[in-house]
């Protein structure tokens, strides 16, 4: 096991890795920016470093800094949380190189996997079914065939990175041209890669994903569903787990077909497979996240793994030490993501509490919430026995919240549990208005 790890992160993330560290007894380094000196998790780890300015790509996103902290620091390993560098092939090596374990999945199976369009081919292979669609195209022409071949309307998606950027639905031949410049724009700019690829729109449809846990024995757990169709302009606000549209027999299947499909392409680590579910109940598969998600929480929560430990367990050579037959999934789980509308500083915060109530936070009486990076302030994750209590505690959890000296998001996500729609379990991606 590792003595010290470094945190390649920030936010709330990088507080719940340091805690998950802390209990393991395992000593912790955090990189900050500038502009992150006061943050929560510099204050928690047992070292910090500043690698750079405020923008991320003076810090979060600069390499060679953070290489040079943790063998400064003495660092065994790195965890890279969500987003910036988890996902990059070239900083998990630049890791290994220095003699360095990157806490996520090898260099190699990273680039392979990281490529949506390819990655489907690979999947196809393992008898799960794929949404149809084509790989990178490299013009306008290209798209507007491909999109005659598939029948519109169709999706035009970033072949790199995720989070809903680099997403555009074309409904006819018209809209191609813009389309495509706006998503292979945005794509640059958001993970330096503008190639895209079109798949065929299903809809209407629900977006479900799978937990995968997979070691490097051989063993693979898949840890339930999530239902994360909750979301506005491809970004997901509300998940919960179970997906009160997925049946157990339903579950069952797809949980396993999903396990043998990690085993299949030799996956290492935590990873995440996503799907569209039609009406029919097909699961259509999308792509696949190769890093912790935003909301591994809910997952937690339900089956009482510690994913991030695991991550960390997984990376150092450690196997499972359990199968599928002993994970439990009984009970229901919902997180809301609290999101900032403003900048400013925090005046007064007040968190819920009371059994199986969590708030992941960075949050603090006079942080600043700054305009550099990601919206999200927290999440909220309530659990009980029954999806009916569940939504009952997290409506009590959210009108007990209180953040002020900055606008949020959490009305919002009030009158979301509390609408009718939600709450009969009857919605999908067009809820919010998405498509």
Known sequence: MFSKILIANRGEIAVRIIRACKEMGVATVAVY????????????????YCIGGAEASESYLNENQIISAAVLAGAQAIHPGYGFLSENAH????????????????????????????????????????????KAVSSVEEAKLAAGRIGYPVMLKACAGGGGRGIRLIRGEEEVEDAYLQA?????????????????????????????????????????????????????????TPSPAVNDEQRRKIMALSVDAVKKIGYVGAGTLEFLLD????????????????????????TGVDLVKWQIRIAAGIPLNFTQRDIRMQGSAIECRINAGSCGTLKMLHVPGGPSVRFDTCLLEGTAVSPYYDSLLGKLIVFAKTREETLRKMRASLCELVIAGISTNIEEQLRIVEDERFASGHYDLTFMGNR
Not at 200 to 224: M, S, T, W
Not at 290 to 295: G, N, P, T
Request: glycine share 6%.
């Open 184 to 240: 292979t724009s945005e794509a640059v700019s958001a993970f330096g890669d503008g190639s895209v690829y079109l798949e065929k729109y299903i809809f209407p449809a629900r977006h479900v994903e799978l937990q995968i846990l997979a070691d490097e024995h051989g063993n693979a757990v898949c840890l339930g569903d999530r239902d994360c169709s909750l979301q506005r302009r491809n970004q997901k606000l509300l998940e919960e």
């Open 91 to 134: 900083f998990a090596r630049l890791c290994r190189k220095n003699g360095l374990v990157f806490i996520g999945p090898d260099p190699d199976s990273m680039e392979r996997l990281s490529d949506k369009a390819t990655l489907k081919e690979l999947i196809r292979s393992t008898g799960l079914t794929v949404i149809p669609g084509t």
């Open 279 to 302: 009406p029919k109940g097909n699961f259509w598969f999308m792509e696949m996240n190769v890093r912790l998600q935003v909301e591994h929480c809910v997952t937690e929560m339900l």
């Open 33 to 48: 920016s500038e502009a992150d000196k006061n943050a929560l998790h510099v204050a928690l780890a047992d070292q910090s």
